[in-house]
């Protein structure tokens, strides 16, 4: 057994202190339900040698077998790290598990639970307590990366706990975009995942962020998220989640500690059956001539519920900040809660919310309908629209990309 080093012991010893304390937020969850004790997985040498139906799984949330358009491939299944490779016509970017990063490089001990506290709650302790690989993707400074690394986070085994802890770094002026994809082999009906992931955007660097998930109607799933931007540093999140379910919370929080840093957030939500889906954004503006940008479009249908939060929060001047929440209601069991949160500390921080939840209208669907549409078609047809995903700042072939993993996850879902 390796001899812990002193300061990871300390971490393990915040952690106990709240392995027993539920978040605040969210349905609690008892974690003795879920195994994780997992047999080892054999590695391999490219995504195309993964068994088909893994393949076909993680295709559906953007992990592409051939990496055609991709600069480099991290897929973990259960506890078992198989592949980790950057492709070598991109230079200056590392993708390999945390586990051998944090053996690599010493300095990494500066970053490990630094955006979010290990003691913020039962799933944070879980999380260093059993934490098992992640991945650890860094571009060096003026690496200018344009295509996607895709990672694959994939729970293959009945009633498995899963806890990757992941660290992502842009070092200055560089430019990196990720695709991760996270679901469940077509046997897995239950698990747990407990993902944490840390962003460090540098001075004048760029993280494009694209989050797909496609679980089962009975795995629960509780991210923890943050991600510090220094000066004129760019963080862009997107969020998809179109499959079923058990209970989703997740809260991820970007720190602007650098001058006209920006963080912006845009999550799609697709609740069905009887999923329950908390997701929050939250932006703290810490320097002058932040802003941020918090864009949620939701649909539920069936018996679910979706929670849309927002906290925007101004600390210094000369800083502005946006919500923006829309829902679409498919059902009259269905529920959309939105709930913005706007704090300003300062004088000089602009901060404002909008927000409309209802049902698709009538002259919509009798107009589609007129025009040779069935009432499903033309129900599909306003779906897709209301979530084509605009978002600002995404390069053409990755705007691409996210259009063709919401058409196809849209199919599945409507």
């Given at each position: 057994?390796?001899k812990?080093?002193?300061?990871?012991r300390?971490?393990i010893?915040?952690?106990?202190?709240?392995?027993?304390?539920?978040?605040k937020?969210g349905?609690?969850?008892?974690?003795e339900?879920?195994?994780?004790?997992?047999?080892?997985?054999k590695?391999?040498?490219?995504?195309?040698?993964?068994?088909s139906?893994?393949?076909?799984g993680?295709?559906?949330v953007?992990?592409?077998?051939?990496e055609?358009?991709?600069?480099?491939?991290?897929?973990?299944?259960?506890?078992?790290?198989?592949?980790?490779?950057?492709i070598?016509?991109?230079p200056?970017?590392?993708?390999?598990?945390?586990?051998?990063?944090?053996?690599?490089?010493?300095?990494?001990k500066?970053?490990?639970?630094k955006?979010?506290?290990?003691?913020q709650?039962?799933?944070?302790?879980?999380?260093?307590?059993n934490?098992?690989?992640?991945?650890?993707?860094?571009?060096?400074?003026d690496?200018?990366?344009?295509?996607p690394?895709?990672?694959?986070?994939?729970?293959?085994?009945?009633g498995?706990m899963?806890?990757?802890?992941?660290?992502?770094?842009?070092?200055?002026?560089s430019e990196?975009?990720?695709?991760?994809?996270?679901?469940?082999?077509?046997?897995?009906?239950?698990?747990?995942?407990?993902?944490i992931?840390?962003f460090?955007v540098?001075?004048?660097?760029?993280?494009?962020?694209?989050?797909?998930?496609?679980?089962?109607?009975?795995v629960?799933?509780r991210?923890?998220?943050?991600?510090?931007?220094e000066?004129?540093?760019?963080?862009?999140?997107n969020?998809?989640?179109?499959?079923?379910?058990?209970?989703?919370?997740?809260?991820?929080?970007?720190?602007?500690?650098?001058?006209?840093?920006?963080?912006?957030?845009?999550?799609?939500?697709?609740?069905?059956?009887?999923s329950?889906?908390?997701?929050?954004?939250?932006?703290?503006?810490?320097?002058?001539g932040?802003r941020s940008?918090v864009?949620?479009?939701?649909?539920?249908?069936?018996?679910?519920?979706?929670?849309a939060?927002?906290?925007?929060?101004?600390?210094?001047?000369?800083t502005?900040?946006?919500?923006?929440?829309?829902g679409?209601?498919?059902?009259?069991?269905?529920?959309?809660?939105?709930?913005?949160?706007?704090?300003?500390?300062v004088e000089g921080?602009?901060m404002?919310?909008?927000?409309?939840?209802?049902?698709?209208q009538e002259?919509?669907?009798?107009?589609?309908?007129?025009?040779?549409l069935?009432e499903?078609?033309a129900?599909a047809?306003?779906?897709?629209g209301?979530?084509d995903?605009?978002?600002p700042g995404?390069?053409d072939?990755?705007?691409?990309?996210v259009r063709?993993?919401?058409q196809?996850?849209?199919?599945?879902?409507?």
């Open positions: 057994m390796p812990i080093p002193e300061w990871r300390k971490i010893e915040r952690a106990e202190k709240v392995k027993n304390q539920p978040a937020i349905p609690d969850i008892d974690l339900a879920f195994n994780s004790e997992l047999p080892e997985q590695s391999v040498s490219n995504p195309a040698e993964l068994p139906t893994v393949k076909s993680a295709n559906v953007g992990i592409e077998p051939s055609k358009l991709r600069s480099g491939t991290f897929f973990q299944y259960d506890h078992s790290v198989m592949l980790a490779r950057a070598k016509s991109f200056g970017v590392e993708v390999m598990s945390t586990s051998d990063a944090l053996k690599k490089y010493d300095w990494l500066e970053y490990w639970w955006t979010v506290p290990v003691d709650d039962k799933y944070t302790a879980i999380a260093e307590l934490q098992t690989h992640g991945y650890f993707i860094r571009t060096k400074p690496t200018r990366l344009t295509l690394i895709q990672a694959c986070l994939f729970i293959g085994t009945q498995a899963q806890c990757p802890h992941n660290l992502i770094i842009a070092e200055e002026n990196l975009h990720i695709i991760t994809g996270c679901t469940t082999h077509p046997s897995v009906t239950r698990g747990l995942h407990v993902g992931s840390e460090y540098k001075k004048g660097a760029t993280i494009t962020f694209t989050m797909i998930h496609g679980w089962a109607p009975n629960e799933v991210p923890r998220t943050g991600a510090i931007i000066e004129n540093g760019t963080f862009l999140n969020y998809i989640c179109f499959k079923p379910v058990k209970t989703l919370q997740m809260y991820p929080t970007a720190y602007c500690e650098g001058e006209n840093s920006r963080a912006r957030y845009h999550s799609l939500l697709y609740g069905s059956e009887g329950l889906l908390d997701v929050g954004n939250r932006a703290v503006l810490r320097a002058k932040a940008e864009t949620t479009r939701a649909i539920a249908k069936d018996h679910s519920r979706i929670i939060r927002g906290h925007l929060v101004g600390e210094a001047p000369e502005k900040a946006h919500l923006d929440c829309r679409l209601l498919l059902s009259p069991n269905a529920i959309i809660h939105s709930i913005p949160e706007l704090e300003a500390k921080t602009d404002s919310h909008e927000a409309a939840v209802g049902k698709i002259d919509q669907l009798l107009y589609l309908m007129a025009r040779g069935s499903e078609q129900t047809l306003i779906v897709r209301f979530l995903p605009e978002v995404l390069p072939q990755l705007r691409m990309e063709r993993i919401v196809l996850t849209t199919e599945k879902a409507l």
